[in-house]
Structures are given as C-alpha cells and as structure tokens.
C-alpha cells in the first residue's frame, strides 16, 4: 500500500441510500485532524498515564452520522463493522487486514463495533509512539438485519476507507472515499466467518439505491 497524499482540513461525504422494506436514510460522514483531544474524550481512556496532549494531535477523528427520515426504533437499526490494516514501513511483520472492535466489545462474540437505532460511527486513533513509520488505513462497513434484531444474518449496506500516514513524527490525514462495497465486502467475508462462526454474512447484493450529495 502506497503513502497517501495529506489532507490538512475536514472531509466529508454526504448521501442518502434505501433498502427494501425501509424508507430513505441519510448518511453524513467526515474526517478531520484532532485539535481538540479533551473534546473528543482522549483524556478518559487512559486517565492513569497521563498522556501529553501532543500525542493525540493531527491523527483523524472520524464520525459517520446516520439520519433516517422516516424509519424509528427497530426500523432505523443499523451496525458498523470495522476493519484496520497497519502497514509499519520497514518491518518484517507480514501485513494483514484485522477486525477492529472497541475494547468493551473484544470477546463479545459480535462483530459490531457500533449497533443501534440510527447507530453513530466514531473513531480517534492515535499511536503514543509517533516516531514510527506507519500507514493506517480503516475500511468502515454500514449494514444491517433484514429482520433487525432477530437472526445474526448480517446484508451490507456501503462502506469507506479513511486512515492515515506517520512518519518521522508528523502525521497526515488521508483521502477519505466510498468504497466498491461488493468486491471489499468479499475480501472481509473470510476474516469475518472465521472469527464470529455464529454469524451468518450476506454478499452484496446491489439492491440498496445510493444517491450521492455534495462530497468535499
């Protein structure tokens, strides 16, 4: 994977996608360097260490904002499903795709690292070690239940790459975009069966209508 150009200001992607049986939603998704840490929660997570606030700045804060306009409660749940790829530039370690879970939900047997009513995507990495050379690259999955709650029969929706390049201490935000979620889909389907068995993953099946909006 090849080092990305930087991107110093907020992206975003906005669009609007229907499923069948459920009515339009709205998706708004963005990314950005972290200026603010205290604003995003760094300081909670390790409260003990005490990190300065230098470690946690210019790694991007990605947010990705669902909005259904007609659809509530059971209607409007949805998941995200992560998967982060850290290539360290002049190791020897082979390089693989990982599931990506929040710590509270590692062993939980889900593969969700977000569900919900109108489930909110959010994501701050850092590394404290920033002389590292590393390119980090994060697919985000949205799909859904077919029956919302009930089977663990898990349908894609869409998905997008965002992540970012460290090296020599200065970190760059890369290029946030939409992927092709049919072929990526498949690529994660293995990792996926064979992490979470209990688990059963749909192929994309093209019948989710996106319409794309304004995309800075």
Same mark, same amino acid.
């Given at each position: 994977m090849s080092l990305s150009p930087p991107h110093p200001t907020t992206q975003s992607l906005s669009l609007s996608f229907t499923l069948p049986s459920r009515h339009k939603t709205h998706l708004t998704i963005t990314t950005h360097p972290n200026t603010s840490p205290s604003t995003v929660g760094h300081p909670l997570?390790?409260? +003990?260490?005490?990190?300065?606030?230098?470690? &946690?700045? @210019? /790694?991007?804060?990605?947010?990705?904002?669902?909005?259904?306009?007609? *659809?509530?409660?059971?209607?409007? +749940?949805?998941?995200?499903?992560?998967?982060? &790829?850290? @290539? /360290?530039?002049?190791?020897?370690?082979?390089?693989?795709?990982?599931? *990506?879970?929040?710590?509270?939900?590692?062993?939980?047997?889900?593969?969700?690292?977000?569900f919900g009513p109108e489930a909110q995507l959010f994501d701050a990495p850092f590394r404290s070690d920033r002389s590292e050379r590393l390119d980090w690259t994060c697919h985000s999955f949205l799909a859904y239940l077919e029956d919302a709650v009930m089977t663990k029969t898990i349908k894609p929706v869409l998905g997008f790459e965002w992540g970012y390049v460290m090296n020599a201490g200065k970190v760059t935000v890369k290029e946030l975009k939409l992927l092709d979620v049919g072929p990526t889909w498949e690529k994660q389907r293995g990792l996926l069966e064979g992490k979470f068995r209990e688990w059963k993953y749909e192929t994309f099946d093209g019948k989710t209508n996106v319409v794309m909006g304004e995309a800075t």
């Open positions: 997570l390790f409260p +003990t260490k005490a990190f300065p606030r230098e470690v &946690y700045l @210019d /790694f991007p804060v990605t947010t990705a904002k669902l909005h259904c306009t007609e *659809d509530v409660g059971y209607a409007a +749940t949805y998941g995200w499903i992560q998967f982060i &790829y850290q @290539d /360290f530039k002049g190791s020897e370690v082979e390089t693989k795709w990982e599931h *990506d879970p929040l710590p509270i939900t590692e062993g939980s047997g889900s593969p969700f690292i977000w």
